[in-house]
């Protein structure tokens, strides 16, 4: 069965220091989101791509974070310098979907857990 | 925005009894509902979802009721077992407009047995 691939796992950093969390969708899926969850709470929406366009990123603080879909498969989501406040899940998704079309089911990978010390 | 609510944020049953979660929504553009079970250090997994032209939808064990009047829709579980036991998630979107879909914060679901 398909699934979304995130990597890696786990990973602490050291505050002010920079992370990547990398992502590959299942094949042939056009929206792409990173979603970012914190510990009992629901997952929020930093930014979500139709093909290599990012189509909404208004939640995404752009000061320290930014996101790439160069070829419109894999992406890869970046912080820069890292805070505290950003121990978190960091959650892959992907669908179908393009707009005004049907298949709208979104499927999400494992996930990274983010702890900055 | 859209909103989404839900609750209870933690719902304990026994094994072989109902179990039962409401969520809310703001946005009345909004036409697509999925659930999500989350087991602990795991992503999402999507349960059971339902669109805006159908009121109810069944899988099995599981149900989800819409009603776009009122803006709310529900999560029904029967005989529960012990491995129903995680997180669940409900969401809303508008596929019109891309489909970002906005969570509820979770309920906890214990299946005693």
């Known amino acids: 069965e398909a699934e979304v691939a995130q990597s890696p796992r786990y990973k602490i950093t050291e505050k002010s220091q920079a992370v990547a969390f990398w992502c590959d969708p299942i094949?042939?899926?056009?929206?792409l989101y990173w979603y970012r969850q914190i510990l009992g709470q629901g997952p929020e929406l930093l930014v979500q791509?139709?093909?290599?366009?990012?189509?909404?990123d208004s939640q995404l603080p752009k000061d320290r974070f930014s996101a790439e879909r160069l070829k419109g498969v894999d992406s890869t989501l970046k912080i820069q310098p890292a805070e505290l406040g950003d121990s978190a899940m960091y959650l892959c998704?992907?669908?179908?979907?393009?707009?005004?079309?049907?298949?709208?089911?979104?499927?999400f990978g494992q996930g990274t857990r983010l702890t900055v010390v | 925005g859209e909103n989404v609510e839900q609750h209870p944020s933690t719902l304990s049953v026994q094994e072989g009894d109902s179990a039962v979660i409401k969520c809310t929504y703001s946005?009345?553009?909004?036409?697509?509902f999925p659930w999500y079970k989350q087991e602990l250090g795991k992503g999402p997994q999507l349960i059971i979802d339902?669109?805006?032209?159908?009121g109810e939808k069944k899988d099995q064990r599981i149900a989800v009721t819409l009603n776009k009047t009122a803006k709310h829709f529900s999560l029904h579980i029967t005989e529960t077992q012990p491995e129903d036991s995680a997180v669940y998630f409900c969401?809303?979107?508008?596929?019109?407009?891309?489909?970002?879909?906005?969570f509820g914060p979770g309920t906890r679901l214990s299946v005693l047995p």
């Open positions: 998704a992907s669908s179908l979907v393009r707009r005004g079309r049907e298949d709208t089911e979104a499927f």
């Open positions: 094949s042939g899926h056009a929206t």
């Open positions: 791509f139709q093909d290599e366009s990012v189509v909404d």
């Open positions: 969401a809303a979107s508008n596929n019109n407009y891309g489909q970002n879909f906005v």
């Open positions: 339902i669109r805006s032209n159908v």
């Open positions: 946005d009345s553009a909004s036409n697509y």
